[in-house]
């Protein structure tokens, strides 16, 4: 194999990474934007979003195509719930306190963490993929199930952008990011909002986990490198930027995968550390700071 199937081999790697991190950052960035709270349990999400989809393609007869489709529903709509559900018992109750839902989200991290211990184990399992067809590319064969996970991200990003812009209550939720007050005042409710936001990032960042988990596998403490990424993916594209965060994971997702297939994974996780300083250093703000959507 040449120098240009490596490359290209590299590429798709890539683009998978960056496909399932930019839904999962999406998720992030969305509730920083709207909420201005840092969701320290974001990991977690992602991660009860892969038991989820390892309890429903385990207990669901049928081909796996019909089990994974089933959680390809199912994770992400328990997901969201469960994080409505922390919202309205937890961080209303703290009024959005930016110190204390740092706590507070810290606590929710350990809670679902030890539940997903306690009811999933401490081994971590495979989850089959609803198809094996490979697509013959110039050079050789590829996945067909991780190009599907490229389209798949594209098509839900793409419905994301519209939603926020095209849709009355994607207005309302950027309404409520400019001006929390202001949309109070001419009667949104703001709480509604936030309990939505907070669902829909979760559900974003579950969603993610069930479209990689045939590809890694499901195991209780898989949330720390989803939240670790997510967190330089929304920095470097600037904190409350859909924008931003989508280019900045097109980057890391892109850099990861080449710097890893011809150097090694451990130096493309030191230049994503390195990105994040420069960006801290010469444009605190992010690349896209500022920008709305």
């Not at 839900?156 to 001006?179: C, H, N, S, Y």
């Not at 330089?232 to 859909?242: A, E, F, K, M, Q």
């Not at 965060?245 to 997702?253: D, F, S």
């Amino acid at each position: 194999m040449g120098f240009g199937a490596f490359f290209l081999l590299a590429s798709l790697e890539g683009l998978v990474s960056a496909a399932v991190l930019a839904l999962t950052a999406a998720g992030l960035s969305l509730v920083f934007g709207v909420m201005r709270v840092v969701n320290v349990a974001h990991g977690e999400f992602f991660m009860l979003g892969a038991v989820l989809a390892s309890f429903v393609t385990s207990f669901l007869p049928g081909p796996p195509a019909l089990g994974f489709l089933a959680a390809l529903v199912i994770a992400p709509c328990l997901v969201a719930t469960i994080a409505a559900l922390s919202d309205r018992l937890i961080l209303k109750r703290l009024n959005y306190d930016p110190d204390a839902t740092i706590v507070a989200t810290i606590g929710l991290l350990y809670i679902f963490q030890q539940a997903a211990l306690s009811f999933y184990g401490p081994e971590a399992r495979p989850v089959p993929a609803p198809f094996s067809i490979r697509v013959q590319l110039p050079w050789f064969g590829y996945s067909g199930y991780k190009l599907a996970v490229i389209a798949a991200a594209v098509v839900v990003l793409a419905g994301l952008w519209l939603f926020l812009t095209r849709t009355r209550a994607g207005l309302v939720m950027r309404a409520t990011q400019i001006d929390r007050e202001t949309a109070t005042a001419f009667g949104i409710d703001t709480g509604r909002v936030y309990a939505g936001v907070f669902a829909l990032g979760a559900g974003l960042a579950a969603l993610a986990a069930v479209l990689i988990v045939p590809i890694q596998q499901a195991h209780y403490l898989m949330g720390h490198d989803p939240l670790l990424l997510s967190f330089i993916t929304v920095i470097i594209g600037g904190l409350g930027s859909l924008r931003g965060t989508l280019v900045a994971a097109l980057v890391i997702g892109l850099s990861d995968g080449i710097i890893s297939v011809f150097f090694s994974p451990t130096l493309a996780k030191i230049i994503a550390t390195l990105l994040v300083a420069l960006v801290l250093v010469f444009r605190p703000q992010g690349l896209f700071g500022g920008a709305k959507t």
